[in-house]
């Protein structure tokens, strides 16, 4: 008989212990607990592993975090602050919108421009390394985001910490960028949110007098042809 769930009394009586198991003055047979403790403990099972997955976090959760934040900036307390400043919420909020906007456009040319690496590889049977390539447009995205003004400012550091986040468990979960042993690549992807969250400071720190391109150039790799950033750049606007 399982003593997880019932309490045996000095008069012989089962005291339960879970909600919905009948209190001490109701007497059950053995077998009766017993198929009670084996239901409960597949309940328990079953609920660890949701538990488990609850914690992943979606496409759609990510969104609705960063929507979260944007609302959270622009109501209420600091709506109050906005409009004492002579600042109007609503375009606070069109400018984080903005933002968010420019920094997803960077991230498309970031995977264009890694494609453009493996093409110019095939094509000139080459073996040009694209690592690195995501710190210049991490570096442009924040820059040009911070520069919508102070929405731009606000969206920049919750976008970014989500961003890192985001690819932190689907480099655990086997199907990010990074692979390997799982420990390596909990380490790997840690160090490379270290450099991708530093080139996001550069961007958002950097000379307001000189393009965002000027201001993260030394983030480009070496080793990659300025003419691929040159290319992307024609294709989508910069």
């Known amino acids: ?80 602050i906005l409009h004492g400043l002579g600042i109007n919420p609503a375009l606070f909020t069109l400018e984080q919108v903005i933002a968010m906007v420019e920094m997803y456009a960077q991230l498309k040319k970031m995977h264009n421009a890694q494609q453009k690496v493996k093409d110019t590889n095939q094509q000139n049977k080459t073996n040009i390394s694209n690592e690195g390539l995501d710190k210049f447009y991490h570096c442009r995205a924040h820059c040009i985001a911070t520069r919508t003004g102070l929405g731009g400012i606000a969206a920049s550091y919750p976008a970014g910490y989500a961003k890192e986040v985001y690819d932190l468990f689907k480099n655990a979960l086997e199907k990010g960028t990074i692979h390997g042993r799982f420990h390596k690549r909990i380490v790997a992807s ?38 691929i950033r040159d290319k992307v750049d024609a294709e989508f606007g910069k």
């Open 1 to 80: 008989m399982s003593e997880r769930f019932w309490v045996k009394k000095d008069d012989g009586e089962f005291d339960g212990s879970l909600p919905g198991v009948p209190k001490k003055g109701y007497t059950a047979d053995a077998s009766a607990i017993e198929a009670m403790a084996d239901v409960s403990n597949v309940k328990n099972e079953v609920g660890d592993k949701k538990a488990v997955n609850d914690e992943l976090i979606t496409d759609k959760q990510l969104v609705e975090l960063l929507k979260m934040s944007k609302k959270g900036l622009s109501m209420g307390r600091q709506g109050d």
């Open 190 to 227: 840690i160090i490379d949110s270290i450099g991708d969250l530093a080139a996001n400071s550069t961007g958002r720190l950097g000379d307001s007098r000189i393009s965002c391109n000027d201001v993260c150039d030394d983030q480009w790799p070496k080793g990659v042809p300025k003419d």
